[in-house]
């Protein structure tokens, strides 16, 4: 995706951002767990991330829903 919406010019620093803004996230999700884990247990980190999957499911199916009225108007 990102080769395909980057300037060819800058692909190279569109995946260079891209990929620092992935480990920003993953380290910052990381310390989260970790924060969990030592203050209140294992089982939590795992409920936490079962509840940021519910999360997500969530908005894609009202983002999928958004795009299908969207649609169903333009026709």
């Not at 891209?18 to 294992?42: E, H, Q, R, T």
């Not at 089982?43 to 519910?54: D, H, L, M, R």
Request: net charge positive.
């Amino acid at each position: 995706m990102i080769a395909g919406v980057a300037p060819t010019d800058l692909r190279g620093t569109a995946f260079g951002v891209f990929n620092l803004v992935s480990g920003a996230a993953v380290l910052l999700a990381s310390i989260a767990a970790g924060a969990l884990w030592d203050k209140f247990g294992a089982s939590s980190t795992f409920y936490a991330g079962a509840g940021f999957c519910v999360v997500a499911l969530l908005l894609l199916h009202l983002a999928r829903e958004s795009t299908h009225i969207r649609t169903a108007c333009r026709l």
